[in-house]
């Protein structure tokens, strides 16, 4: 699916695609289904990750702190 805001010059238009794209996967979420980790989920998708992982996402963060506690790998892309 592909959801594009109709002015995209709009700041206002940006912002309500991204409202509406969080609505859209949140329901997609209730409904069984899962975003598509390929792209950017770790960074622009990333306040809905626990949403979608439960209790994965807590020990993926713990994992991820343990192996690279100084956050040198992929800065900023998780948690």
Known sequence: MLIVPAAEDSRMAVD???EIVDEV???A???GGAMEYCH???VKLAHLLSREMGV???TAK???R???PYGI???GKLF
Do not use: E, H, S, T
């Open 73 to 75: 790998r992929n800065p």
């Open 62 to 64: 713990a994992i991820k």
């Open 66 to 68: 343990v192996l690279d």
């Open 29 to 31: 979420q209730d409904m």
């Open 56 to 58: 994965g996402y807590y």
């Open 40 to 42: 950017g989920v770790w």
């Open 16 to 18: 309500a695609m991204g």
């Open 25 to 27: 996967l949140a329901l």
